[in-house]
């Protein structure tokens, strides 16, 4: 069983940046792949960033360029550096590890980009 806790949400201006930070409990594997998703009020789930152990990363289009995901695997740790934020980042995210046929999820943590 893995346990996921966010921590980093808050409220910040547009083109100003956040860190957010991930924390997992529980084994984690070197194949598993870690990262994160945001859900906006009224919108599905989509990805942000994903990362393996390896350092291998995949970014949602409308991220590339602005966030860098990050991963240590000594710590079980995953995170992700957002700058020059835009309104339409407002979401909450989540933090996820996805296994070949379990995913973990964490509560989430509230990201809002308002002046």
């Known amino acids: 069983q893995v346990q996921l806790v966010e921590s980093g949400g808050g409220l910040v201006q547009p083109g100003g940046s956040l860190r957010l930070s991930c924390a997992a409990s529980?084994?984690?594997?070197?194949?598993?792949?870690m990262g994160w998703y945001r859900q906006a009020p009224g919108k599905q789930r989509e990805l942000v960033a994903t990362i393996t152990s390896g350092g291998t990363t995949d970014y949602g289009a409308s991220v590339k360029g602005r966030f860098t995901i990050s991963r240590d695997n000594a710590i079980n740790t995953v995170d992700l550096q957002m700058n020059n934020l835009d309104p339409e980042d407002t979401a909450t995210y989540y933090c996820n590890v996805q296994r070949t046929y379990v995913n973990y999820w964490g509560k989430g943590t509230l990201v809002t980009v308002s002046s």
């Open positions: 529980g084994y984690i594997f070197s194949s598993d792949r």
